[in-house]
């Protein structure tokens, strides 16, 4: 394998899913950051990290020290500023310093589009990064890719919250330009193939998937795979200004950076030549594979997380509503008690069947009534055992997803619902004695899931509220 790599672009979305890659291929990696705090978690004994910039010559000295490729995922497409004039300093910046310090190669990923063409700013830039680069440096591989399909890139997390929001879509012209998506996995096999390469001059790979398709027939297919069902209305007219207007409203991109993606779309994005499949042993997979890998990556991620990781009781204030993690909505909070952990998972342990549910418990009665009426499982089960659960157990309408006492249950919804549900408790041990953290996952079907959502949220902040309190009180009765 290579020697010391240098990573750009870790805390960003490419280089954020390269690192573990290349930690787990056990490439010795630094990563160069303007903020190191961000990467602090993700040190391993192959890997360090500078404080660095691409603008800043001097720090790119140290940072370039003994190392053999670099990889260069920086833009600037989010600046106030001139975006492409900062990407052309930048990219002379980087290349010029890795020159002097004897680095290798340098490998960087820009995007596809014809050049005789009148390409967008975007795009433009993209691919005069690249040029500058090699015009600095002796040897750069410069990959060029289309739509990235992967939970969290921003081309996909567009297209999701366009589907799961709108049923009925006015879709203007680039909802119909051609693209050839690649899977994310597919892409960083791409990357990581790279540093192995035999060559030793410059090189320029178009990538993509098997699939000429359009957004449009992305949206369709994410759709199909979703279970929604969405009316697609072109219309003639519809600017890039206006277009990022409404991609600001209904999607996670603010304006500044929907405009200059929305101006990107204008152009075909085709790979136009095949040599990567002659040198590159990477097959990728098609648009439905790649749709589909990035929903069950998604649902992996999601059954491995561990909400205690991610929201500290001490950290950012709850927001109304709750947080999006992808496609999922979430409602966290916690409270401490001066009991251990045995102690404090003992109500938890008991939740349901005839102990209830801490709180209102005509109102979960009354929910699971309507359940019944329209041909669900209601409350009617219960639960096998008043003290004791089992992973697969049914309690009420829930399911026994994750059971680890002392410190975890996860419930899954089998209640009537539009969309997926979870509830789970965590308990960890504190200070002062025990945090218990409860946490409402949502993951809503379409338009009809975002409204019951937000619609009976008023109430779902009053029982998750009350019910947290209660366990915390039962937990304390048991000194």
């Known amino acids: 394998m290579s020697g010391l790599v240098l990573l750009t672009g870790a805390t960003g979305y490419v280089g954020g899913r390269l690192l ?50 670099a990889y260069y995922f920086v833009h600037s497409m989010g600046a106030d500023r001139d975006f492409e004039e900062q990407d052309r300093f930048a990219a002379a910046n980087f290349a010029k310093a890795a020159t002097a310090a004897g680095v290798r190669r340098i490998v960087y990923l820009g995007g596809l589009g014809n050049p005789d063409e009148r390409l967008s700013i975007h795009l433009r830039s993209r691919q005069e990064t690249g040029n500058i680069l090699r015009a600095n440096h002796t040897q750069v591989i410069e990959f060029r890719a289309s739509i990235v399909i992967g939970s969290g890139s921003l081309s996909f997390e567009m297209i999701r919250s366009l589907v799961e929001r709108l049923p009925i879509m006015i879709c203007p012209r680039w909802v119909q330009v051609k693209a050839q998506p690649i899977a994310i996995e597919d892409l960083l096999e791409y990357l990581i193939a790279s540093l192995e390469l035999p060559s030793r001059n410059s090189q320029l790979f178009e990538i993509g998937g098997p699939d000429q ?24 007219l519809l600017t890039p200004w206006l277009s ?11 304006a500044r950076v929907g405009r ?7 152009n075909p994005t085709l790979v136009s030549n095949n040599l990567s499949e002659a040198v590159f042993s990477v097959r990728p997979r098609s648009v439905n594979q790649a749709i589909a890998r990035a929903l069950v990556n998604e649902d992996h ?23 999006r993690f992808g496609s999922r909505l979430v409602d966290s909070r916690s409270v401490t008690v001066s009991v251990p952990p045995e102690q404090a998972f003992m109500p938890i342990r008991r939740i349901g069947g005839h ?47 994750v059971y680890e006492p002392p410190h975890r249950l996860r419930l899954r919804a089998e209640m009537k619902l539009p969309g997926r549900a979870w509830l789970e408790f965590e308990v960890v041990p ?48 048991l000194k």
């Open 20 to 69: 573990p890659r290349l930690q787990q291929a056990g490439v010795h990696v630094r990563c160069l950051t303007r903020r190191p705090e961000a990467l602090s978690h993700r040190l391993t004994q192959t890997t360090e990290i500078v404080n660095g910039d691409v603008l800043d010559r001097q720090s790119l000295e140290t940072a370039f020290s003994g190392v053999d490729t």
């Open 213 to 236: 398709v359009s957004y449009g027939e992305i949206m369709q297919e994410y759709a199909k795979q979703r279970g929604l069902i969405r009316w697609m209305i072109p219309v003639p």
């Open 244 to 254: 990022s207007l409404w991609l600001g409203l209904v999607t996670p991109l603010y």
């Open 260 to 266: 200059k993606l929305v101006e990107s779309l204008r």
């Open 301 to 323: 991620d999601f059954a491995e997380t561990r909400w205690s990781d991610s929201l500290s009781s001490a950290g950012r204030p709850r927001t109304w509503g709750g947080e």
């Open 355 to 401: 102990t209830g549910w801490y709180y209102a418990n005509w109102l979960w009665s009354l929910r699971g009534f309507l359940d019944l009426l329209t041909g669900g499982v209601g409350v009617r089960r219960g639960r096998r055992d008043p003290d004791n659960l089992r992973v697969d157990d049914a309690l009420d309408f829930w399911r026994v997803e």
């Open 430 to 477: 504190s200070e002062y004695g025990s945090t218990i953290r409860q946490t409402a996952i949502f993951d809503p079907r379409g338009l009809a899931g975002l409204i019951y959502w937000y619609g009976i949220y008023p109430l779902h902040e009053r029982v998750f509220a009350g019910m947290l309190r209660n366990l915390a009180r039962a937990s304390e009765k």
